[in-house]
């Protein structure tokens, strides 16, 4: 059985034990140290024009989407300063996803693990927006994000519906949802399964 653990960036990503067996993968710029991460994924612009600017710095190897791979096409410059660093360009999407801008990050990687890793089991931490309509996350320090209410709420009911169609398309696998209390705002399916902790584990 493989399992793997997908850090997101909401607040509950600290609930990750770095000492779980599997390996790990992190979304857009991680919210401590995970010196274990096998890769990150990034799917936004923004992230290529904040690492351009050096405003940001992602740290091991990255797997890119659709936005970020035209980035590349778009500033040569950009991809031969980085193509040590991208591992890969995943551009695969779900036909029940309307576009690229509704499969953020964690949809990506989810979807990478499922589909070219065979993920038997998926731990997800930080992925807050089932949860709460707080979308809050690491990268609002770095880069300018829209957290009023009427956004968070706009991206959070374009984000679930994802969330649901592909738990439901991969009933044969199992999700592991980390969050601090069982209140998640998606009917979540059989194979999906909530796992109340209470403090963070402390990443160094």
Known sequence: MTEFHL???????????PSARGDVYTCNLPP???PNAKATFMVDFK???????GSVTVPGEWIIGARPKIWTETYPAFYMKYSGQIRE???DMPDYCPDYTTFNCGHMGAYYLLTKKNADVIHMYGFDSMFSIDLKSVTDFYL???????????????WRPVWSLLFREFRDRQFKLYY????????L???????????SKKVT
């Open 7 to 17: 850090l997101g960036n909401g607040k509950s990503a600290g609930l990750y034990d």
């Open 32 to 34: 401590f140290a995970v």
């Open 47 to 53: 992230m290529m024009k904040a690492i351009a600017d």
């Open 89 to 91: 360009m995943f551009t």
């Open 144 to 158: 300018n994000s829209d957290r009023s209410v009427e956004n968070s709420r706009r991206l959070a009911d374009n």
């Open 180 to 187: 601090y209390k069982d209140v998640p705002k998606i009917e």
């Open 189 to 199: 399916p059989n194979n999906v399964e909530m796992v109340i902790r209470t403090k």
